[in-house]
């Protein structure tokens, strides 16, 4: 790390051309009786003035604590134990509260990762804004009003004047960033910390985001610290990185050569992870006999009617407008489009959690879009699903063994059957026996999610329909869950129709895909050609907005 | 907003058919009826008994009953008590004055300290006060309305003096300070429950609400500890318990209900106890009505502030 020692050289300069934050040996305790004793160890870096470091780390690996630390924001219960956050020769750390608080907002300004919840619903937007301002006793009321309406402008928000006005429940995901950077961007602060502010966003929309931030912080010359699970945004905006495991730091450098070369085998290991675009086709699971349709759909429709009471007016809204298409025996059908494109819907429509408005799907000859509940219930078995959110979709009252015998037990399997093929499928699906008898909260995302994988499994379905099934995973448990399921589709040839906003994802595990946008399918065929031949406008526009595209960490 | 109320009209009014339907039925089914009073009299005879059944209508059939006294309620005519031969808004008015005064002192009592004891144990949970909080409310909750009464009777009327055993004022007195000095103890103790109710629902809220990101956000904004609180916290915390608030109202009525017969305090709730005592039906059901418009006008007013405070809100 050579990077490392040049870096350090410049301690000695002037503040003006020196770091514009320097972390020292920082460590922050955890509350006793966690899994580690810091939440982050000894870790040393400089904010270089006027460029983005990125710090990446998986989930627990310490990295929003550090930069709550910087903002002085830790949660009560944690500690800062040793070490020094020095700011024009300041200790941050040293500074009583109201000294603190007048350094946010005007000096370190943050955006956070989820926009949904980071603005009061309460409070008008412009009233969000220039509370920064009054916060700081800066200006006139009529001047902070005028002022938020500029920096709305500047963040690139429509009609801004009408936006000051809005409440934040009527913006968009990633308007309301937009809003959040307006709001850090306030007092021209010097430093800007951001963390995860992109990954609760769609893709288009991340770009977008991702370019706002770069294009002002060349424009004001801010440092920026930004914080990433994703190698991927990391290739797109670092100047320079840190990547850290378990609230170590174990790598620093130039954003480029430590794609390039890295290091430590942790960096390695993540880069390895990142889900890239294939150049190729996936090799086809389905052994060559076995093409055949498992579940065929003719145009289906689903339409949400919203109001139409006595006193309002209907308003109908296509989630999924005229679909057809194929799903076969031992291959993967991928459904990729942002939030609201409907693929969810249609993933629902499948499994019959939605009812459809016309259209037809056909499985072993039979439509199942017209059949009464009564009736489908002998065939649910057969299509089963994996969820999101590992968290959420296991009652953490019930042991993994209930969850996941008590499906094909109230099916009519006996119970000592369906323990020993629950223990079975727990194993191939990497889980010890052990497993069988203990709860949900003892258990890390990316086990839960193989949990999920078990339940459906035991059924022996046709069909799995997995939703977003590796999003809220870390990248290295997001590999090994996608290689899980390739496994899987192996060994029983079922026939996979898997919902992802993330295309590299889809690139991995798909065989063909769906481009989905408001309702309807713009563009379907193989990912090589979805990606390297886009016929369709907004599929070109979703390919292009992948981040890490057209970056080292492509040909690494 | 005209649709809303209109619907909401609409539904209240289907509701107070329902609800009066089934308080008359009830209430005449019940053993005894009016004309029990009669039957003790000295050389009451049969026949009697059947005229003064004739006079007061009470020998039609029940449907007959209800949809006469319907009728005249639907044209202001909420009947005439029984027991004094006074029409039955003029009773419940002469009521009404002292449960208005018992119960919008108590209110502002309960809904301030809960208020401020369930903020307070959310933003220092855990502890000293927070710890004392929880077991005072646990106790509050957990004793009769009627004990504390009692007990407040005891220590601050009989042992220590200072305060009145019970009424509304000093014959001969009933000066303003005169009425606030009867209105202390029944207030604080019909207040004491609910005191308990809201500070918990109030923690449970800010805890709720003071984790979110959008307090990070102003605290990172370098907005004031205090008005992250006032602002941010309680604001967004206070929301839930508008909907609260709005059910309690027909609920102190009922609690009233026994700390006026503790206090003798001259208010509904002594009225609706004294006139089923006497079978005074058309009181009864006077007050009946009553409290069931008082329950649809709480939530009614609940529902405006909460749509006035919270943007996401919109009736329709």
């Known amino acids: 790390m050579t990077t ?39 870790i040393s870096f400089e904010l270089p003035r ?178 990433t699970h994703d190698f991927g945004v990391v290739s797109e905006i670092a100047d320079r990185v840190i990547v850290m495991e378990k609230g170590h730091m174990v790598e620093q450098g130039v954003a480029d050569t430590v794609f390039s070369t890295p290091q430590h085998p942790y960096t390695k290991r993540l880069i390895a992870a990142v889900p890239r675009l294939r150049e190729t086709d996936r090799p086809s699971a389905s052994s060559d006999r076995t093409d055949d349709p498992v579940l065929t759909v003719e145009k289906l429709n689903l339409v949400y009617r919203s109001g139409g009471g006595w006193f309002s007016r209907q308003r109908e809204v296509k989630a999924v ?108 699906v990497g889980l010890d026996a052990g497993a069988f008898g203990r709860y949900p909260h003892e258990f890390s995302g990316g086990q839960r999610q193989r949990v999920g994988i078990a339940r459906a499994l035991m059924f022996d379905p046709d069909v799995l329909v997995a939703d977003e099934a590796v999003s809220a995973l870390d990248v290295s448990i997001q590999a090994q869950i996608l290689e ?28 063909e895909l769906l481009v989905m946008q408001k309702g309807q399918i713009v563009e379907a065929g193989p990912p090589s050609q979805i990606f390297y031949a886009p016929k369709n406008a907004y599929t070109r526009e979703l390919v292009a907005a992948i981040p890490g595209a057209d970056h080292a960490l492509q040909k690494a | 907003m ?75 005519d909420w009947g005439t008590s029984y027991r004094d031969q006074q029409p039955v808004l003029t009773v419940i008015g002469r009521h009404l004055f002292a449960t208005l005064l018992l119960m919008v002192s108590s209110t502002v009592i309960s809904i301030g300290l809960g208020t401020w004891i369930g903020i307070r144990g959310a933003t220092h949970r855990y502890s000293t006060f927070d710890y004392t909080a929880t077991v005072g409310a646990m106790i509050a909750l957990s004793i009769p309305t009627f004990w504390f009464g009692l007990v407040g009777i005891y220590v601050f009327s009989l042992k220590l003096g200072w305060l ?64 992250v609180l006032m602002k941010h916290v309680v604001g967004n915390a206070l929301l839930p318990m508008i909907t609260l608030a709005g059910m309690q109202l027909p609920n102190l009525l009922s609690g009233a209900l026994v700390t006026e017969t503790v206090f003798t305090w001259p208010g509904m709730g002594r009225l609706f106890l004294d006139s089923l005592g006497y079978n005074d039906y058309p009181v009864v059901m006077g007050l009946l009505m009553f409290s069931a418009i008082l329950v649809l006008l709480g939530n009614l007013i609940a529902d405006l502030v909460a749509a006035s405070i919270d943007p996401r809100i919109r009736l329709a």
């Not at chain 2, 539904?11 to 339907?21: D, E, G, N």
């Open chain 1, 484 to 511: 899980l399921l390739d496994k899987i589709q192996r060994e029983t040839q079922v026939a996979m129709f898997f919902i992802t906003h993330d295309l590299r994802v889809a690139s991995q595990i798909c065989d």
């Open chain 1, 50 to 227: 006027g460029e983005i470091l990125c710090v990446i780390g998986e989930s627990g690996s310490g990295k929003s604590v550090t930069a709550n630390a910087l903002m002085g924001l830790l949660p009560p219960l944690m500690h800062v134990s040793s070490g020094e956050i020095l700011f024009q020769g300041q200790n941050l750390l040293e500074l009583d509260e109201p000294a603190l608080r007048k350094l946010r907002g005007r000096v370190v300004s943050m955006i956070f990762q989820d926009p949904l919840s980071a603005l009061n619903p309460l409070m008008t937007v412009g009233d969000q804004v220039t509370e920064v301002m009054a916060a700081h006793g800066e200006g006139t009321a009529e001047a902070r009003s005028a002022r938020a309406l500029e920096l709305l402008t500047e963040v690139g928000l429509p009609d801004p004047a009408l936006m000051l006005h809005q409440y934040p429940f009527r913006l968009s995901g990633g308007q309301r960033q937009r809003v959040m950077i307006a709001m850090a961007l306030a007092l021209e602060p010097d430093i800007l910390i951001a963390d995860e502010p992109t990954t609760a966003l769609d893709v288009t929309t991340q770009a977008q985001i991702l370019d706002l931030i770069q294009q002002i912080q060349r424009k004001k010359g801010m440092s920026v610290l930004f914080i």
């Open chain 1, 321 to 428: 407008d005229d679909a057809n298409f194929t799903l076969r025996r031992g291959r993967t059908l991928g459904v990729v489009g942002e939030s609201g494109s409907g693929k969810t819907s249609l993933g629902r429509l499948l499994i019959k959690l939605l009812d459809s408005d016309s259209g037809r799907i056909l499985y072993k000859g039979q439509d199942i879009a017209s059949m009464k509940e009564s009736d489908f219930r002998a065939l649910r078995p057969k299509i089963q699903m994996i969820f999101q959110d590992p968290f959420a979709s296991l009652n953490p009252r019930s042991t993994i063994g209930h969850i996941v015998t008590i499906g094909p037990i109230a099916q009519g399997m006996r119970k000592a059957d369906a323990r020993a093929k629950a223990l079975r499928i727990l194993e191939k």
């Open chain 2, 164 to 227: 009145p055993a019970g009424n509304m004022y000093t014959i001969g007195d009933g000066s303003l300070l005169d009425y606030l000095h009867h209105l202390i103890l029944p207030s604080v103790v019909l207040a004491l429950v609910n005191i308990a109710i809201w500070s918990r629902y109030m923690r449970t809220a800010t805890l709720d609400v003071i984790n979110q990101d959008f307090v990070k956000t102003a605290r990172a904004k370098g907005v004031g500890e205090r008005r």
């Open chain 2, 2 to 76: 005209a649709g809303f109320l209109v619907k909401r009209l609409w539904q209240s009014i289907v509701l107070l058919i329902i609800v009066s339907m089934i308080g008359f039925g009830v209430l005449h089914l019940t053993p005894g009826g009016p004309l029990s009073q009669y039957a003790l009299t000295p050389g009451m005879t049969q026949e009697t008994m059947d005229r003064i059944a004739e006079q007061m209508g009470l020998n039609r059939p029940l449907p007959i009953q209800y949809l006469d006294w319907a009728w005249r309620l639907l044209q202001g």
């Open chain 1, 4 to 42: 490392q020692g040049r870096i350090s050289e410049n301690k000695g300069d002037s503040a003006m051309s020196g770091p514009v934050l320097s972390v020292r040996n920082l460590t922050v305790d955890l509350p006793k009786g966690m899994e580690r004793k810091h939440a982050v160890q000894d």
